[in-house]
C-alpha cells in the first residue's frame, strides 16, 4: 500500500467531513484534529463498540470515567513525572528538531555525507558550518562531505549533520495551573524580590521550576492511572471478586515532539484502556488470553484481516517493570504501526500507589482467607489511531462497468457496525409523493434510533456513489413501483447488487443485517 492512499484517504476526510484540522482558517494548529459529522459517528460506533465487548459483555468489568486533570502526586508515583521525557536534539544546520533515540546511528569518527533538498541550501549550509563550528567541507552538488560523526553515536535524521545542539530532557505532559495562586505572578514577584539574582542554567531552571510546581496540574497523559487510584473505591463498592477488570476510555494528551501520519500521533487523542487485576500466578494465562482476545477484536471488524499483527516486545523495548508485552501492529500505508499494547504489568503502579500515597491498596480473597496485591495485565488501545487503521483498511477504488464505458467508483467498506450512516434512504425523483413515502421511511429508523439520511440530492446513480464514498452500506430507493405494490429497492454497497424487498420489513432487515 502507498503512499498515496494516504494522501486519498486525508483527502477524503476532509471532503466528506470525516476530519479537518483544527482551527483552519487561522492557519491550523499543529497536530490537533477535528472530527466532523461523519468522523464523530466512526469514532464514537468504534468506541462504543470496544465498551459494548469489552464491559456489557463481560461480568468481571465494569467502567469508569474519571477526570482527566489528577492530583500531581499521581504522576510522581506513575513515573511521568520524572520519567515521561524523551531526550531531544537541535540540528543546528537544518534546525531539524528530533528525538536522540530516534536518530540515525552512526560510528564515532566515521565519515558523514550531509545531504539537502538542493545546491543553494547546500551553500548556505557549507558557509553556516565553516562560520559557526570552524569545518570546512567540500560540496558536491547537494552534498557536503568531509565531515566525522562525534562521541554521541548519532546523526541528523535529516541532512545527516553532526552539529547538534546538547540534548535536553523534554517533558511530554502538559503542565497547567490550579487555583487562585498565579504562577507567573509568583515568579514575577521572585524575579522582583531578587530570588533569582545570580542564577543560571540548572540552578536558574529548577529555581523557576519549583515556584511554578506548587499551583501545577498536568493532563493525563493516558487514562491508565486513575483505574489503579480508584481501585480501593471501585472494588469494594462494586462487592468485585479477582480476577476483575476496570475500563476507561477518553481524551489523553502528550506534547509530542514527532507528531506525523494525521492522527496516526497527535498531542490529543483518544485511548480505551482496560487494567485486568489478577491473583499472582495467574497473569500468565490471562496475558495470553487478553493477547488473543484482543486481537480478535480489531481483527472482526477489519475487511483485511491480515494487516494486523501480534509483535512480542524485544528485551530493550520491554519496560523495567513489565514481565510481557505485545503490541498489536497495523500495516498502515508508511509500514507497520502501534495500535495497542498489551502489557503484564504485575503489581508495580498498585505498588507505587501504595507507597506514594501511603494508602493500603490490596484485595482480601474471602475463600482463601488471604491478602495480596493483584497483578494486572493491560490492553491499552488508541482509539483515533483505531479510526485511522479502519479508515485505510476500507478505502477502496473499484472499476466499474457504466452505461457510459468504465468508471472507477470509491468505497469505504467500513464494517456496518462502524460506518457513520447506516441506511441511506432515497426517493427516486421529488415528486408523485415520493419524497413523503421516503420521510416516512426514515422516521420509523429514527424511532428506532438508527442513524439514517434522507438524501434527494442530485441523479440516483450520483447519490449512491456518494454514499459509497461515506461508507453507508445500505441505501433504499422509493420509486414509481413503492406508491402501487408498496416495495422498494435495497442496494448493497460492497456488492452494489438490489433486491426489493417490503416497505413493511425495511427497519427490520436493516436491523437484521446490522445484527449479522
Ligand atoms: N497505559 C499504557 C499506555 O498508555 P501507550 O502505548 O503509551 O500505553 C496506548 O498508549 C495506545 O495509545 C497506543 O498503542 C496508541 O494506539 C495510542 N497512542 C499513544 N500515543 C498516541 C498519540 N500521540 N497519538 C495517538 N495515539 C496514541
Same mark, same amino acid.
Given at each position: 500500500m502507498s503512499d498515496d492512499v494516504m494522501q486519498k484517504v486525508i483527502s477524503l476526510c476532509k471532503r466528506r467531513g470525516f476530519v479537518f484540522q483544527s482551527s483552519e482558517i487561522y492557519g491550523g494548529l499543529r497536530s490537533a484534529y477535528d472530527y466532523g459529522p461523519l468522523g464523530v459517528e466512526l469514532k464514537r460506533n468504534l468506541m462504543n463498540a470496544w465498551w459494548r465487548d469489552m464491559v456489557h459483555r463481560r461480568e468481571n468489568v465494569v467502567g469508569l470515567d474519571a477526570s482527566i486533570v489528577m492530583h500531581?502526586?499521581? /504522576?510522581?508515583?506513575?513515573?511521568?513525572?520524572?520519567?515521561?521525557? #524523551?531526550p531531544l536534539v537541535d540540528c543546528k544546520v537544518c534546525k531539524e528538531r528530533f528525538r536522540a533515540d530516534h536518530a540515525t546511528v552512526v560510528e564515532n569518527g566515521a565519515d558523514v555525507t550531509l545531504h539537502f533538498a538542493d545546491k543553494g541550501r547546500a551553500k548556505t549550509a557549507l558557509a553556516l558550518i565553516s562560520d559557526q563550528f570552524g569545518v570546512e567541507l567540500e560540496r558536491r552538488g547537494k552534498e557536503l562531505i568531509g565531515a566525522t560523526a562525534g562521541d554521541r553515536g548519532y546523526v541528523c535524521?535529516?541532512?545527516?549533520?553532526?552539529? *547538534?545542539?546538547? =540534548?535536553?530532557?523534554?517533558?511530554? *505532559?502538559? !503542565?497547567?495551573?490550579?487555583?487562585? @495562586?498565579?504562577?507567573?505572578?509568583?515568579?514575577?514577584?521572585?524575579?522582583?524580590?531578587?530570588?533569582?539574582?545570580?542564577?543560571?542554567?540548572?540552578?536558574? !531552571?529548577?529555581?523557576?521550576?519549583?515556584?511554578? $510546581?506548587?499551583?501545577?496540574? %498536568?493532563? !493525563?497523559?493516558?487514562?491508565?492511572?486513575? *483505574?489503579? @487510584?480508584?481501585?480501593?473505591?471501585?472494588?469494594?463498592?462494586?462487592?468485585?471478586?479477582?480476577?476483575?477488570?476496570?475500563?476507561?476510555m477518553g481524551k489523553s494528551f502528550r506534547n509530542e515532539i514527532t507528531v506525523e501520519h494525521f492522527i496516526f500521533r497527535s498531542c490529543e487523542f483518544e485511548q480505551m484502556e482496560m487494567e485486568f487485576f489478577c491473583e499472582p500466578g495467574t497473569d500468565d494465562t490471562w496475558f495470553e488470553y487478553w493477547k488473543q482476545a484482543r486481537m480478535d477484536w480489531w481483527q472482526k471488524f477489519a475487511n483485511h484481516p491480515e494487516s494486523f499483527r501480534l509483535r512480542p516486545h524485544e528485551p530493550e523495548e520491554l519496560a523495567h517493570y513489565a514481565k510481557g508485552c505485545y503490541d498489536i501492529e497495523y500495516l498502515y500505508p508508511w509500514g507497520w504501526g502501534e495500535l495497542e499494547g498489551i502489557a503484564n504489568r504485575t503489581d508495580y503502579d498498585l505498588k507505587k500507589h501504595i507507597k506514594y500515597s501511603g494508602s493500603k491498596i490490596e484485595y482480601f480473597d474471602p475463600v482463601e482467607r488471604k491478602r495480596y496485591t493483584p497483578f494486572v495485565i493491560e490492553p491499552a488501545a488508541g482509539a483515533t489511531r483505531g479510526v485511522l487503521s479502519f479508515l485505510v483498511d476500507a478505502y477502496c477504488e473499484e472499476e466499474v462497468v457504466t452505461q457510459k464505458g468504465t468508471d472507477v467508483r470509491t468505497v469505504l467498506k467500513l464494517h456496518p457496525q462502524l460506518a457513520p450512516i447506516k441506511v441511506a434512504v432515497l426517493p427516486l425523483v421529488k415528486k408523485n409523493g415520493m419524497p =413523503? $413515502?421516503?420521510? =416516512?421511511? @426514515? =422516521?420509523?429508523?429514527?424511532?428506532?434510533?438508527?442513524?439514517? $439520511? %434522507?438524501?434527494?440530492?442530485?441523479?440516483?446513480?450520483? !447519490? %449512491?456513489?456518494?454514499?459509497?464514498?461515506?461508507?453507508?452500506? /445500505?441505501?433504499?430507493?422509493?420509486?414509481?413501483?413503492?406508491?402501487? #405494490?408498496?416495495?422498494?429497492?435495497l442496494r448493497d454497497r460492497d456488492t452494489m447488487e438490489q433486491r426489493r424487498i417490503s416497505i413493511e420489513n425495511a427497519v427490520q432487515e436493516i436491523e437484521n443485517l446490522l445484527r449479522d
Open positions: 500531581p502526586r499521581v /504522576w510522581e508515583a506513575s513515573g511521568h513525572l520524572a520519567g515521561f521525557s #524523551d535524521p535529516v541532512c545527516g549533520s553532526p552539529f *547538534m545542539s546538547e =540534548e535536553r530532557q523534554f517533558n511530554l *505532559m502538559f !503542565r497547567t495551573s490550579m487555583g487562585p @495562586v498565579d504562577p507567573m505572578g509568583r515568579l514575577a514577584n521572585a524575579i522582583e524580590a531578587g530570588e533569582l539574582d545570580g542564577l543560571s542554567g540548572s540552578d536558574l !531552571r529548577g529555581c523557576i521550576d519549583r515556584i511554578t $510546581k506548587e499551583s501545577a496540574v %498536568y493532563l !493525563r497523559p493516558e487514562t491508565a492511572q486513575a *483505574m489503579f @487510584v480508584q481501585f480501593n473505591n471501585i472494588q469494594q463498592s462494586m462487592a468485585l471478586k479477582v480476577p476483575f477488570g476496570i475500563a476507561q =413523503e $413515502k421516503a420521510r =416516512e421511511v @426514515v =422516521e420509523a429508523f429514527f424511532q428506532r434510533g438508527v442513524n439514517a $439520511k %434522507y438524501d434527494a440530492q442530485h441523479a440516483i446513480g450520483k !447519490r %449512491y456513489r456518494r454514499h459509497d464514498e461515506i461508507g453507508t452500506p /445500505w441505501c433504499l430507493t422509493i420509486d414509481g413501483q413503492t406508491m402501487e #405494490d408498496g416495495t422498494i429497492t
